[in-house]
C-alpha cells in the first residue's frame, strides 16, 4: 500500500488524464522495458556501458564494420525476442482501450507496446523486427534470430550484410514518423513521458511541443531528467510498472469505472 501523499499523486496524474478527455500521447523509452529484461542504454547497466555507441550505434561504424555491429545486435535480438510486455506496457494499452490514450510515440524497437495491445504506435526510432538491405531495397520482415542460419543476416538479392530497420546515429528519424509523433504531440492535452532520459533529439523534442501547444506533461521515471522542472507539471519518481498501474487504478476509481 502506498502512503496517501502518493496515493494523491497517482490521482493527480489520473485526472489530469481524464481531463484530456482522449486526447492523451505518450512518449515512451528504454525503462519501460527494463523490467521486461531488456537493459536501458544509459545509466547503471546501460548497454552503452558494454558497447561504446560511437562504434556500435552509429551508421558509419555499421558501414565499415557490419559484422562487429552485429556481435552487439545479436545479443540484442536474443533478449528482445524473448521479452514480454510488462504492467507497463499493459497500462498503456488498458489506457488505449479505455479510450483515453489516442497514440503512442516510443522511442524503443523492441515491438512490445503492439504486443501488449496498443494499436497507434509511432516507432520514432524503428523497429528490429525487420532488417533492410542498404545496398538495395530488399527488406527481410519480422525477422527471427532462430529462422536465420548463418549470422549475420544477408541479402537473399545482393548478398550485402542487412541492417535493423533502426534508425542509428547519424541517421534521419523516418519523415512519416517525425510528422505524426509531431502532430500527436502538438494534438495532446497531455503527453506520458515514461523511461526515457530526454537525452536524444528529435524524440526528446516532443513533450516540448506538447507544453508548448498549452498540454500538460505528466513524466514518470527513476530519477529526475532534463524534462523535470522546466517542462513536466507532475514528475513522478518510480519503477514504471509500479507506478502506471496505479495510475490507471486511479483513473478508474475517479471515473467510477473500477
Ligand atoms: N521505470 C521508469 N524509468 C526507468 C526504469 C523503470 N523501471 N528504469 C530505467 N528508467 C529510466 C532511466 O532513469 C533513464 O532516464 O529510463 C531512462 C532510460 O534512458 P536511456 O537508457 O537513455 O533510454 P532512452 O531515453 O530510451 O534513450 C533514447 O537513445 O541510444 C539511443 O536510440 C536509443 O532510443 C534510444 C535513445
Known sequence: MYPKS????????????LEADGRA???????????????????????????DPSEYAEISSFRRQPEKVWGMLGEMLA???KAQPNKAHKSLAKLE??????SLITQNVDGLH??????????????TRHLCCLEC??????????????????????????????????????????????SAAEKAKVMLVVGTSANVHPAAEMPILTKKAGGRVIEINLGPTSLSGPVSDLTILGPADEVLPEIVAACERLSGSE
Request: charged fraction near 20%.
Open 114 to 127: 503492439q504486443a501488449a495491445g496498443n494499436r497507434k504506435v509511432i516507432e520514432f526510432h524503428g523497429a
Open 137 to 182: 531495397d530488399w527488406r527481410w520482415a519480422n525477422f527471427k534470430l532462430s529462422k536465420c542460419k548463418n549470422m549475420p543476416p544477408r541479402c537473399q538479392e545482393c548478398g550485402a550484410i542487412l541492417k535493423p530497420d533502426v534508425v542509428f546515429f547519424g541517421e534521419q528519424i523516418p519523415k512519416w514518423a517525425l510528422l505524426e509523433a509531431s
Open 97 to 102: 482501450g479505455k479510450g483515453l490514450l489516442q
Open 6 to 17: 502518493l496515493i494523491r499523486v497517482f490521482e493527480r496524474a489520473a485526472a489530469f488524464i
Open 79 to 81: 533478449v528482445v525476442e
Open 25 to 51: 500521447t505518450g512518449l515512451t523509452g528504454a525503462g519501460i522495458s527494463v523490467a521486461s529484461g531488456i537493459p536501458a542504454f544509459r545509466g547503471s547497466q546501460g548497454l552503452w556501458d558494454k558497447y
